[in-house]
């Protein structure tokens, strides 16, 4: 196992569940100090249980959603511990729903979680990071932040900007010493999926975390999985016309997944075979 995160001083938001749970776990199996972020006190609690023996667990109850909130989180990460080597802006909620039924009290409690959450984060950690001239920003974007499924338009809205948002971020800190790394994950076993079935392509949060950590590690911009995913990508960057086939196919079949009352959320595999 890779010494990389040893001594390291990380914050993982979401940290009390599914995959910045795995993450936060696997980190803390590597000698990482890690601060476990939940927004519940009651997820936070669990958590302290969960991880009860490990001494470099630190844990936080924190609204993301409030920039004064996650202000408190870092500065009490860097006054008890002295620095900031890693954060994991991975807390976020998912939405896949008939736009055309979207309430703007979805649109906001979306954009305020899965963005706004993300840019509080940068922005109180960047400081620390420039001081230190050192240090890794992780954000948790999605598949559906670089491919645009359907009925995920809230959703994608979000992850889109918080995949561009890193990349620039990358150009701009690198002559800095600043890291930035976008991580992409399709369907992953999680609670995201609660009320719902958990689609038959979805990888465990633990295969999610090694993989998350494999690219942090190596400084990867974007870091997809599973693997038959980011192989879906490249084919579409090469062949746009396949990309329209699919995505309309994949609509109608979400379409009629509405209109039965049955969700359609798995990745339909079947659909790259599709001729012209």
């Given at each position: 196992?890779?010494?990389?995160?040893?001594?390291?001083?990380?914050?993982?938001?979401?940290?009390?569940?599914?995959?910045?749970?795995?993450?936060?776990?696997?980190?803390?199996?590597?000698?990482?100090?890690?601060?476990?972020?939940?927004?519940?006190?009651?997820?936070?609690?669990?958590?302290?249980?969960?991880?009860?023996?490990?001494?470099?667990?630190?844990?936080?109850?924190?609204?993301?959603?409030?920039?004064?909130?996650?202000?408190?989180?870092?500065?009490?990460?860097?006054?008890?511990?002295?620095?900031?080597?890693?954060?994991?802006?991975?807390?976020?909620?998912?939405?896949?729903?008939?736009?055309?039924?979207?309430?703007?009290?979805?649109?906001?409690?979306?954009?305020?979680?899965?963005?706004?959450?993300?840019?509080?984060?940068?922005?109180?950690?960047?400081?620390?990071?420039?001081?230190?001239?050192?240090?890794?920003?992780?954000?948790?974007?999605?598949?559906?932040?670089?491919?645009?499924?359907?009925?995920?338009?809230?959703?994608?809205?979000?992850?889109?900007?918080?995949?561009g948002m890193t990349e620039a971020l990358r150009y701009e800190f690198f002559d800095e010493g600043i890291r930035f790394s976008t991580v992409c994950p399709a369907n992953v076993a999680t609670a995201i999926f609660t009320g719902t079935?958990?689609?038959?392509?979805?990888?465990?949060?633990?295969?999610?975390?090694?993989?998350?950590?494999?690219?942090?590690?190596?400084?990867?911009?974007?870091?997809?999985?599973?693997?038959?995913?980011?192989?879906?990508?490249?084919?579409?960057?090469?062949?746009?016309?396949?990309?329209?086939?699919?995505?309309?196919?994949?609509?109608?079949?979400?379409?009629?997944?509405?209109?039965?009352?049955?969700?359609?959320?798995?990745?339909?595999?079947?659909?790259?075979?599709?001729?012209?």
């Open positions: 196992m890779s010494d990389a995160f040893t001594d390291k001083i990380a914050i993982v938001t979401g940290g009390t569940s599914g995959i910045g749970y795995a993450v936060a776990e696997e980190l803390l199996k590597r000698g990482a100090t890690v601060w476990v972020i939940g927004s519940r006190k009651e997820s936070v609690e669990k958590a302290k249980a969960a991880f009860a023996a490990y001494r470099n667990a630190r844990f936080a109850a924190v609204d993301v959603t409030v920039a004064d909130e996650v202000k408190g989180m870092i500065d009490a990460c860097v006054k008890k511990d002295g620095r900031l080597d890693y954060l994991f802006n991975n807390a976020g909620i998912g939405m896949t729903y008939p736009t055309r039924h979207l309430t703007l009290d979805m649109w906001k409690k979306a954009i305020d979680l899965n963005l706004w959450g993300v840019v509080y984060g940068v922005h109180f950690a960047l400081p620390v990071m420039l001081a230190q001239k050192s240090g890794h920003i992780v954000n948790t974007s999605s598949i559906a932040g670089i491919i645009a499924p359907p009925s995920q338009a809230v959703y994608c809205a979000t992850k889109y900007a918080v995949t079935e958990i689609p038959k392509d979805a990888i465990p949060a633990s295969e999610a975390a090694q993989i998350i950590l494999s690219g942090v590690e190596k400084k990867e911009s974007l870091i997809i999985f599973p693997e038959f995913v980011k192989k879906t990508y490249e084919r579409f960057l090469a062949d746009p016309a396949l990309k329209e086939r699919f995505m309309l196919e994949y609509a109608r079949r979400r379409n009629a997944g509405w209109a039965r009352g049955v969700p359609y959320l798995s990745f339909p595999e079947d659909l790259l075979e599709m001729k012209p």
